[in-house]
């Protein structure tokens, strides 16, 4: 059975620090991308951040670019998310999505391409 959980979310102040957890079962992250994707009250969903099976490259969306860092541990079956700098904007239900590369390189980052999800984790960045 497929799973992803999705884990350290909270509320932090502008300028902090968060790290969040996909913990996944159910598959092997040497065939699947994991991406980041979030969504706050009343806007779409958003990718924010996508690590590749093939060869380990990232993604970030320009938003995020400089102060989140996505990695993954295959050992473990987990992919982190360090988020520095938060900024009120970055309030949002984060979530992370498993999608087939089957060995390609190229890293899917359209929400359809993505096949199983998590719930989420809320994030909120307040003073």
């Known amino acids: 059975q497929v799973q992803l959980v999705e884990s350290g979310g909270g509320l932090v102040q502008p300028g902090g620090s968060l790290r969040l957890s996909c913990a996944t079962s159910?598959?092997?992250?040497?065939?699947?991308?994991i991406g980041w994707f979030r969504q706050a009250p009343g806007k779409e969903r958003e990718g924010v951040s996508y690590?590749?099976?093939?060869?380990?490259?990232?993604y970030y969306a320009d938003s995020v670019k400089g102060r989140f860092t996505i990695s993954k541990d295959n050992a473990k079956n987990t992919v982190y998310l360090q988020m520095n700098s938060l900024k009120p904007e970055d309030t949002a239900v984060y979530y992370c999505a498993a999608g087939a590369q089957y060995g390609s390189a190229w890293v899917p980052r359209s929400l359809d391409e993505y096949d199983y999800w998590g719930k989420g984790t809320q994030v909120t960045v307040s003073s």
């Open positions: 159910g598959f092997t992250l040497d065939i699947y991308a």
């Open positions: 690590i590749s099976s093939y060869d380990g490259s990232t």
